[in-house]
């Protein structure tokens, strides 16, 4: 084979490794919910307070570098488990295996640490400019909390697919904190708007914790195998995997009895296309998961369920798209 084209070969197949590496889908997935709570709630909810104003402090181009921050940790994370979970990915993902196979250990610890940097750096930058400092403390949290996740939390019952979950969720939270300040609180239109967004902050961050956890359960399940192999004591190993699956169905019942709750909420706003999609790609659908989970046997259903699980996720993420500020 041409050096050449052995050489471009070889550099494809070494950024395709990254992307795997990173899991860009993910991130992609944490882009979107980002852009589409600033663009569809976010925004929205001060021009209808403020009409012909425009009093957000976060401005498209410190979101856009507060949303660059989110990935970069977010993909450092990914980096970081990967490297301590090598032993274990050999017998749960052999196939998919990136660490050590085709990115040296050496390179992948010196890509998490040059994302991780970057990302906080970014990450004070935004809170400087929003001149509240919660926004880079909290983002160097979440580089310190993947680290210890990555080393520690993630082979503890439980502590893990719960710090997991609230990660998740301060991807929208983030976005809330850096409008949040108490010196204008005074104002009773500016409150009266914060107090709106903070419960639309409140009920997407709830639902990307609650399914977020769900599927770390379910994953757990999936990943016994190797978990059990090299003493990670998570809920199925711990507890067997009929309590997991009992503990992932009761938090499906209450996704579900919540989301059906909301529809009356909005059934006074007369958002007819809202509630019909709400029904459609997130209730009847988790309803189904809830069936698929209890008829689970095989690694392969498990996947499968991890799989869906992130579907719904992804449907309830795009219905900010028919909110329009109730």
């Known amino acids: 084979m041409n050096p050449g084209i052995r050489k471009k070969s070889y550099t494809i197949q070494l950024l395709g490794a990254f992307l795997r590496l990173v899991r860009w889908p993910n991130l992609v997935f944490i882009t979107l919910t980002q852009f589409l709570f600033y663009y569809f709630i976010l925004l929205p ?35 970081i488990n990967d490297y301590f979970d090598l032993n274990i ?14 990115i040296k250990r050496r390179s992948t610890i010196l890509w998490h640490w040059v994302l991780s940097g970057a990302g906080v750096v970014l990450g ?14 909290a983002n160097l949290g979440c580089v310190v909390l993947l680290w210890f996740y990555s080393t520690t939390f993630k082979r503890k019952l439980l502590i893990g697919n719960v710090l997991i979950s609230l990660l998740t969720a301060w991807v929208i939270l983030v ?48 990943d016994m195998e190797g978990d059990r192999r090299y003493g990670c004591r998570t809920m199925p190993i711990v507890w ?48 189904l998961i809830l069936r698929k989970l209890y008829e689970a046997r095989t690694v392969a259903d498990y996947h499968s369920l991890s799989t ?19």
Not at 59 to 74: D, G, N
Not at 124 to 131: E, I, L, R, T
Not at 177 to 194: G, N, P, T
Request: net charge positive; with cysteine; proline share 3%.
């Open 45 to 79: 909810g001060f021009r209808s307070g403020f009409p012909g104003v425009y009093l957000n402090i976060l401005r498209p181009p410190l979101f856009y570098l507060l949303s660059l921050s989110s990935v970069l940790i977010a993909a450092a994370g990914y980096i």
């Open 240 to 287: 067997g995997v009929n309590t997991a699956k009992v503990f992932a169905a009761t938090w499906l019942v209450v996704l579900i009895g919540s989301l059906i709750v909301i529809q009356f909420y909005v059934l006074q706003y007369r958002r007819g296309l809202l509630i019909l999609y709400n029904i459609l790609l997130l209730i009847v659908p988790l309803f």
């Open 308 to 326: 869906y699980i992130k579907g719904v996720m992804l449907a309830g993420i795009l219905s900010m798209i028919f909110i329009e500020f109730l």
């Open 175 to 222: 976005l809330y904190i850096c409008e949040f300040r108490f010196s204008e609180l005074q104002d009773a239109a500016l409150h009266k708007v914060l107090t709106r967004l903070f419960k639309f902050a409140i009920l997407y961050a709830g639902f990307a914790f609650i399914i977020s956890l769900i599927r770390e359960v379910v994953k757990d399940i999936e």
């Open 89 to 102: 990915d050999r017998v749960n993902k052999p196939d998919k295996l990136v660490v050590d196979k085709i």
């Open 124 to 137: 004070f930058y935004v809170s400087w400019k929003v001149q509240n400092l919660i926004v880079g403390l």
